[in-house]
């Protein structure tokens, strides 16, 4: 059984950065991909980023672009999601994903697809 712990979310100003870490444990091997998705109160959860191992290959939200970046280990047992230009609509608890199945146009945004999730990183950004 994999596990995830996710850590670096905080409570900053609009306009602040920060950068979040997922580390994986239980791990035999690599998997397929990590994600990271969020979700605020009264919300469906969201897809945010991901990161197919094999050929680093990312993906993102269009809310994000421009201002997310997901990156990997050399392990293949942590991500990170650097977070800058932060706005008060990033506010959420963030959840680090891995799956072990492949995803459909190198796109891992479905969270149906991930089997493995972490407890949550909450990040605040007030204006």
């Known amino acids: 059984q994999v596990q995830l712990v996710e850590s670096g979310g905080g409570s900053v100003q609009a306009g602040d950065s920060l950068r979040l870490s997922c580390t994986a444990s239980?791990?035999?091997?690599?998997?397929?991909?990590m994600g990271w998705f969020r979700q605020a109160p009264g919300t469906e959860r969201e897809f945010v980023a991901s990161?197919?191992?094999?050929?680093?290959?990312?993906s993102y939200a269009d809310s994000v672009k421009g201002r997310f970046t997901i990156s990997g280990s050399v392990d293949w047992n942590t991500v990170y999601l650097q977070m800058n230009s932060l706005e008060p609509d990033d506010t959420a608890l963030y959840y680090c994903?891995?799956?072990?199945?492949?995803?459909?146009?190198?796109?891992?945004?479905?969270?149906?697809?991930?089997?493995?999730w972490g407890q949550g990183t909450q990040v605040t950004v007030s204006s």
């Open positions: 990161i197919i191992w094999h050929g680093g290959i990312t």
């Open positions: 239980g791990r035999t091997a690599s998997s397929y991909a």
């Open positions: 994903a891995d799956t072990y199945y492949y995803c459909s146009g190198y796109l891992c945004s479905d969270a149906g697809t991930y089997n493995s």
